[in-house]
Each structure stands twice: as C-alpha cells, then as structure tokens.
C-alpha cells in the first residue's frame, strides 16, 4: 500500500509525503484495526453523554512493512483540565494553531473546538477534540520550533477559544 491509501485514504499529498520522509519508505502495511468513519461515530457519540470522555482507541495506525516505526493517530474528546496551558513539557513545543497544540519528535498534540450538525448541541456547546500522533520507535531528532531560535521569543500561547466548522 502506498502512504496515500493510509488512514483510510484521507492523507493531503503533503501528509503522505511526509509519512513516507519520517518512515523512510514509500510501501506501507494495511492495519485494518484503525478507521476514520468509527473514529468519527465515537466521537458523535461520546459528546452526546454527559461525561464528554473517549476511549479513542487509534483512528489510523500506520506500518512499514519491516521495522519496529509506527504512526498512530488518535481522536478523543478532552476536558479542559487536559489542556497543557502554561506547563512546557520536556521535549514539546507549542504552536499557535486551534485551542493549542504541542509537538515534538516523538508526539504531537491538537486541542480544538468543533461545531457540527453531527454533533448534536454543538452550537451551543462546541465539541472539544483532542487529536494525538505517536510515533513510535523514532530515530528522528529533535529540531528547534522555529520561533524558540535565539532571535526570536518562546512562543507563548493564551488559552483562546477557537472553534472549527466542519
């Protein structure tokens, strides 16, 4: 399989060139145990209930076909008390993108808010959505967020309110 067909097909060219640069191949395993379609019924489902939690087990998993590297890509529902705020753990660096995200060579972390007539009530109460990428096994080094460079500040990022329409 090619890193196109992966995650159910769903991967921007820019996403699977990437996933073939990281994993250094351009041939991929099928690992059926993933899927977009049940990440997003859980979804719809757990931000019906009143606790707002997801098991999210992995949305996509990707494989090489030889090695130990794997790409996981969860999906789940957060509480704000998850949010990383104004904890800098070792090893990630924040970015300014949705309600915050963290990255580094290992994980990386998405927190957003999301309103869809998939999720009922969302208008009044945006989905919160965390969205987690493990990579295991990486022999990648850790690179500098471009704004932690000694000219220019940490980045530091306030807790916003942003939402995403889908």
């Given amino acids: ?3 196109a067909q992966q995650c159910d ?5 820019g996403a699977a060139r990437a996933l073939e640069t990281v994993l250094r191949t351009k041939r991929f395993d099928h690992d059926p145990r993933g899927g977009l379609e049940r990440g997003v019924d859980e979804l719809v489902r757990d ?4 606790k707002g939690l997801t098991l999210n ?3 996509c998993r990707v ?7 794997r790409v996981d890509i969860r999906f789940g529902l957060y509480a704000d008390d ?3 705020e104004d904890v800098h753990p070792r090893g990630l660096h924040p970015y300014d993108m949705g309600v915050e995200a963290q990255s580094g060579p290992k994980k990386a972390y998405l927190f957003v808010r999301c309103v869809s007539p998939r999720l009922e009530g969302s208008e009044k ?10 990579f295991n096994e990486s022999e990648l080094p850790d690179t500098l967020h471009p704004r932690s460079e000694p000219h220019h500040p940490p980045l530091r990022h306030p807790r916003r309110r942003q ?3 889908l």
Wanted: charged residues 25%; without cysteine; proline residues 16%.
């Fill in 47 to 50: 931000h019906a209930t009143a």
């Fill in 63 to 69: 494989n090489p076909p030889a090695g130990k590297e």
């Fill in 82 to 84: 998850d949010l990383f």
């Fill in 163 to 165: 939402e995403a329409r």
């Fill in 1 to 3: 399989m090619s890193a």
């Fill in 125 to 134: 109460r945006p989905a919160r959505i965390r969205g987690t990428l493990v």
């Fill in 57 to 59: 087990p992995p949305m």
């Fill in 9 to 13: 097909d769903t991967l921007s060219p």
